[in-house]
């Protein structure tokens, strides 16, 4: 059987619902909630929560969870504003924590 | 054989074969509904070839080998949407080669390509050269064009009044110089992340496109007073809506000059615009009072009761406000809905993170308002549902509060 090679996923640890591209990665230096996290351009087959404003580290932003669409998971979130100039560059980016998601078939 | 008298009564007359093709076409454009038009297009091949050279608009996702089919059928379309979904697809999606049969739709006016990921300069070319009538171009998300394309659409396609490139980060000055010289008619135009395009690139664009009524600026951070003002001046009286989110060089001069000059903005975007303060957004207030629907002013720390609630009391037709993260505002704000009198048209109020903001505000803001749908006062922690019911507060009936977040987000009623 010949291999398939397509493009590199992410999937849901849950599930393995495939929620994003290794293409999208833009940073694997982030911190998540209890663990590494890594920012995405884009995620799909996701739900993306209620919005909140959170006070992190980096300051005042809000930001929305975002789930598995398919076993409700939070995998992690979506910044949708931010407060401080230095941050913009996230808005409409999304946070994948790595324990939350594991690599398909690569 | 005996001949057969062939009576004027039996003579049969076929009324397809009578029947002109005007004729047919009078009949067709009576026909109303869109699946009476279909069931035209079944009685024969005759019938269903006017039906298909009637046919304005179309909208569908289609492979290669399917458009092609669609377009030799359609031929005098007006209208054609594209789009995609902004998630990411496995299939290539509209590609350079199906822009080249979209080109020979000559009486092409609307074009929607938007999350047509795949395209690019050449696809453009092609459309430029294509398209001579075209009046409407949305390539938001279209990220692979660049300044070359483009200008290849702004040289052929004169009649260009709408031109949307969301997202587009490689549009720079340059283009909007070609605009200016070949797309006079432009009313809309949207560059909402082009971040490098600046000041001096939209002082160009207006010095000839005087009759913009629509810009989109939003995240283009170079902006400043300098652009503002030259838009301003230039497009004063056509000007409706101008957006200019997280530009930060944007200041009270920009505020000042709009109020003089733009007595026809309606919708004005300043959110995270941090340097604005009161003055500025009084004049406003008091020159568009008439006009003025939807104002997105958050994240605007500079922003006070006295410029909130001179909106709220001179600006009769405001329809929505967004004041989120604007932490100098309280209850007082509200004291222009009471100096106004008059029953407010407000529908939609954001407040989020108004650390100042109590029951009592929400109470007088009720008393005026309505008609009011959607109140998102997330995160203010003096207003909360329990301390609403407490005091006795009846909101209208229709209406939809977020206190702590909901799935139910309005966010584009104020863009």
């Known amino acids: 059987m010949a291999e398939l090679v397509g493009p590199r996923l992410y999937s849901c640890y849950n599930c393995r619902n495939h929620v994003a591209l290794h293409d999208d990665v833009i940073s694997k230096a982030f911190q998540g909630k209890s663990s590494r996290a890594f920012l995405f351009a884009h995620a799909m087959n996701i739900v993306i929560g209620p919005k909140e404003d959170r006070q992190l580290v980096t300051g005042l932003h809000t930001v929305a969870d975002i789930y598995c669409c398919d076993c409700r998971e939070v995998l992690g979130w979506k910044y949708e504003r931010a407060f401080e100039v230095s941050q913009k560059y996230k808005e409409g980016k999304y946070i994948l924590e790595k324990s939350k998601i594991v690599k398909e078939n690569w | ?415």
């Not at chain 2, 998300?141 to 052929?156: E, H, N, Q, S, V």
């Not at chain 2, 009759?211 to 230039?234: E, M, P, T, W």
């Not at chain 2, 006070?304 to 329809?319: F, G, P, T």
């Open chain 2, 1 to 415: 054989m005996a001949e057969t008298n062939i009576s004027s009564d039996d003579y049969t007359v076929c009324i397809n074969e009578t029947l002109t093709d005007d004729e047919l076409r009078a009949i067709l454009a009576r026909l109303q509904s869109e699946k009476d038009k279909d069931v035209f297009a079944l009685v024969c091949k005759r019938w269903l070839q006017l039906q298909s050279s009637e046919r304005k608009k179309l909208c569908m996702r289609a492979s290669p080998l399917y458009l092609r089919r669609l377009a030799a059928r359609f031929s005098r379309l007006i209208e054609l949407d594209l789009s995609q979904s902004a998630s990411r697809s496995f299939y290539p999606g509209v590609t350079d080669s199906d822009l080249a049969i979209v080109a020979s739709l000559g009486y092409l006016r609307v074009l929607n390509l938007q999350n047509c990921k795949g395209v690019t300069d050449g696809g453009m070319i092609l459309l430029g050269n294509g398209l001579p009538s075209l009046q409407a171009l949305d390539v938001s998300y279209c990220r692979k064009l660049t300044d070359r394309g483009l200008t290849a659409i702004a040289k052929g396609c004169h009649s260009l009044k709408s031109l949307h490139l969301t997202g587009c980060k490689f549009v720079t000055d340059g283009l909007l110089e070609a605009l200016s010289k070949n797309c006079s008619h432009l009313e809309e135009l949207g560059l909402q992340g082009c971040i490098t395009v600046t000041n001096s690139g939209l002082s160009v664009l207006v010095d000839k496109c005087r009759h913009i009524r629509f810009l989109d600026v939003n995240k283009c951070s170079k902006i400043g007073d300098v652009g503002v003002l030259q838009v301003a001046l230039c497009c004063s009286s056509s000007l409706k809506t101008l957006k200019l989110l997280d530009c930060y060089e944007v200041g009270d001069e920009s505020m000042f000059s709009l109020a003089k000059s733009c007595k026809n903005l309606e919708t004005l975007v300043i959110g995270g615009c941090r340097y604005i303060s009161d003055e500025s957004i009084i004049s406003l207030a008091l020159a568009c009072n008439c006009s003025l629907k939807k104002v997105r002013m958050d994240c605007c720390p500079n922003i006070s009761d006295s410029s909130v609630s001179c909106i709220l009391s001179h600006c009769k037709n405001l329809e929505a406000l967004d004041i989120g993260c604007c932490h100098e505002i309280s209850d007082v704000a509200f004291r222009g809905l009471e100096r106004g009198g008059v029953e407010s048209s407000l529908k939609v109020l954001k407040a989020n993170n108004c650390n100042r903001i109590t029951v009592s505000g929400i109470a007088v803001l009720l008393e005026f308002c309505k008609s009011l749908e959607y109140l998102d006062v997330r995160s203010c922690p003096n207003v909360s549902k329990a301390g609403c019911d407490q005091a006795g507060l009846q909101f209208p009936e229709c209406c939809k509060v977020n206190f702590a977040g909901s799935l139910l987000e309005m966010d584009t009623l104020v863009d």
